[in-house]
């Protein structure tokens, strides 16, 4: 667990599912935790992940940027009787135990997060700005496998369906969208976080890539 920002903190943790490291963010000032997965071992030099949200909060609803990273939000809806809450087009995802709430594209949600329309690559992917800490998180539509200073990229194109540059066009318009907001910090579910940099990054990323 790190502070990237003010009130802002990123751990990584082994996905089971795609054999990779991927990274989830706790938004500590608005109570709101972004695709969370807990460390099999704990948080490196914190401890218990549990006791460590309930001394720093707790947290109180949890976002997910696509109805992919549920992750493992129900072990913390069951800790701290949270909320789970999804962009709408994808809540076909999620059985009625889970109880995930939607939200649409545009509505403020918790800790003043808003939600806002990527697409393209799936109906649900969703960019959650939040604003307080000038940063913006994002789903599968920008990633970075490989080290934490590697380039930030796409997802390879079997993982796009059947007109992987059509989906690539649609990201590279929804990035210019996000780029008129104001943010420095670019929180990615695959991949490190670019911090103090990250709109800069997005800004190079979408001016060079292929159209």
Known sequence: MREIAPGLFQWSAFHEGIRHDVSSYYFSDGGALIDPLLPAEGFEGGGDPMEWFADHGPPRAIVLSNRHHYRHSGRLVEAFAIPVRASRPGMHEFSSEQRVEPFDFGDELQ???????????????????????????????????????????????????????????????SFERLLELDFEHLLLAHGSPLVGDGKERLREFAGQAPR
């Open 111 to 173: 800790g003043g997060v808003i939600a806002h329309e990527v697409g393209a690559i799936c109906p649900d992917e969703t960019a959650l700005e939040i604003p307080s800490a000038r940063a913006v998180a994002l789903a599968d539509g920008l990633v970075r496998w490989g080290a934490p200073d590697d380039p930030i990229g796409f997802v390879p194109d079997f993982l796009l369906g059947d007109d992987p540059e059509d989906v690539k066009k649609g990201l590279l318009a």
